[in-house]
């Protein structure tokens, strides 16, 4: 029967990573892909920069928006502090069925690290819940990288959630391949943000990308 994308990056992983051991989970889904077929996680050029970020923001509070199948959930966690609160959104099941036991496989669960909480839902649902459902008064780092679309509509519904603060950051896939324009725009114009671009490519390719780093000021 056909096998999805998604189960086959799945098996990558329970075949060529090691059980509780986050960086060869990484290492078995970046050599799959660059091997093999090509997928949207962040990659390990951009998870580098993701990482140096996590490790500078080294951040008590942690939203991703869209899990995927765990790629860079897996990678962010691995560096967090065991008290941190890390919450990763994901509305599609299939992915997030995945994404979970990547997840598991790294072992997140019961390592002393942090076991970041997959919720399956919408962020435009999840974001106004936020609050109330996890105790989380701000976020100290966002990282968006879910439908390029929706990143403009859910920092705005962050701002008015009052989920993020003074030096809060976010930290945004894509914004040049497949691009946000309507985000960059916004945020560019807006006094309320410091933004700053790491160079960088896309996952497995040599085309031209970036993550764009936006510190908030005010
Ligand atoms: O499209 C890309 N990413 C989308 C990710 C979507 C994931 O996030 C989930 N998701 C989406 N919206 C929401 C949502 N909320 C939505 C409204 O509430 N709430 C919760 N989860 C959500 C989806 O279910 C997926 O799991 C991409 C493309 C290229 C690319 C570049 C070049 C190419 F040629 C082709 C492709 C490279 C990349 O790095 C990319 O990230
Ligand atoms: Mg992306």
Known sequence: S??????????AVQKN???GDPRSVIRAIDQFCSQKEWAMNVGNEKGCILDSVVSEVNP??????????????VRIASLLPPYAKFITLEFNPDFAAVARQVIAWA????KVKIKPCLVEGASSDWIPKIKEQFGIKTFDLVF?????????????????????RKGSVLLADNVIC???PDYV?????SPRYKSHYFR???????????LWYLGIIE
């Open 2 to 11: 056909f096998v999805s994308l998604r189960q086959r990056i799945l098996s």
């Open 17 to 19: 990573a090691t059980r």
């Open 60 to 73: 008590a509070t942690v939203l991703e928006l869209g899990t995927y199948c765990g790629y860079s959930t």
């Open 107 to 110: 072992g997140l669960e019961d």
């Open 144 to 164: 968006l990288d879910h439908w390029k679309e929706h990143y403009l509509s859910d920092t705005k519904l962050m701002e008015e959630c009052g989920l993020l």
């Open 178 to 180: 497949p691009g946000a």
């Open 185 to 189: 725009e916004y945020v560019r114009s």
């Open 200 to 210: 960088s490519h896309l996952e497995y390719t040599k085309a031209e990308e970036n």
